[in-house]
Nanobody, 123 residues
Framework: QVQLVESGGGLVQAGGSLRLSCAAS????????MAWFRQAPGKEREFVAA????????NYEDSVRGRFTISRDNAKNTVYLQMSSLKPEDTAVYVC????????????????WGQGTQVTVSS
């Protein structure tokens, strides 16, 4: 089992920045690829970004590429999502997820999920 706890969400004005953190406990963190997903009210959960176990490979959803950066610190068992140039359409609950193996963009490929942290971007 892997337990995931997100933090760092909040209210920010459009154009601002936030850094989300996801702290993992349980199994060996470095064995897992990690990802961030988000879900806005009335919408399906969507992929945001993923990072391989080593941190060498990342991939992003098109609308956040160039604005968001995913990273990880395996010594701290934590994955981060640095969000810049935020837009109102980025408003959602952001959830981190873990899986063994490589990065994926489908939520069904992930085995462990956190509870999420709310990000609200005002215009």
């Amino acid at each position: 089992q892997v337990q995931l706890v997100e933090s760092g969400g909040g209210l920010v004005q459009a154009g601002g920045s936030l850094r989300l953190s996801c702290a993992a406990s349980g199994r060996t963190f470095s064995n897992y690829a990690m990802a961030w997903f988000r879900q806005a009210p009335g919408k399906e959960r969507e992929f945001v970004a993923a990072i391989s176990w080593s941190g060498e490979r990342t991939n992003y959803e098109d609308s956040v590429r160039g604005r968001f950066t995913i990273s990880r610190d395996n010594a701290k068992n934590t994955v981060y999502l640095q969000m810049s140039s935020l837009k109102p359409e980025d408003t959602a609950v952001y959830v981190c997820a873990a899986r063994t193996g490589g990065t994926r963009s489908r939520s069904g490929d992930y085995d462990y999920w956190g509870q999420g942290t709310q990000v609200t971007v005002s215009s």
